[in-house]
Nanobody, 121 residues
């Protein structure tokens, strides 16, 4: 099982970026899809997550620091998840990781390689 993350880059304060993450193994049963980030010298932190199964959307959760600015979405047919980031701030600068879990939102089994997001002031 591999996760391929992409979409990072450099953006000015207030700008937007959309991260994508593709799951290579269509047979892997995903229950939760998570996004995390790690800034230099800091611990990895939770950004957002969403349930994978069920209807058209799934339910989402967000860290307080990104609530109202970031939105998670998915395309089950493409085995892909997305993190739309808007109103970006310099403190959003970090390496962003996607991860999947077959059962628990508290334990992610597979992780992507990370994509760098840099927000300049």
């Amino acid at each position: 099982v591999q996760l391929q993350a992409s979409g990072g880059g450099w953006v000015q304060t207030g700008g937007s970026l959309r991260l994508s993450c593709v799951l290579s193994d269509g047979a892997f049963s995903v229950a939760f899809w998570g996004w995390f980030r790690q800034a230099p010298g800091e611990a990895r932190e939770f950004v957002a997550s969403m349930t994978w199964s069920g209807g058209s959307g799934g339910s989402a959760s967000y860290a307080d620091s990104v609530k109202g600015r970031f939105t998670v979405s998915r395309d089950a047919a493409k085995r892909s998840a997305y993190l739309q980031m808007s109103s970006l701030k310099p403190e959003d600068t970090a390496v962003y990781y996607c991860a999947v879990s077959p059962a628990s939102a508290n334990r992610y089994t597979y992780w992507g390689q990370g994509t760098q997001v840099t927000v300049s002031s």
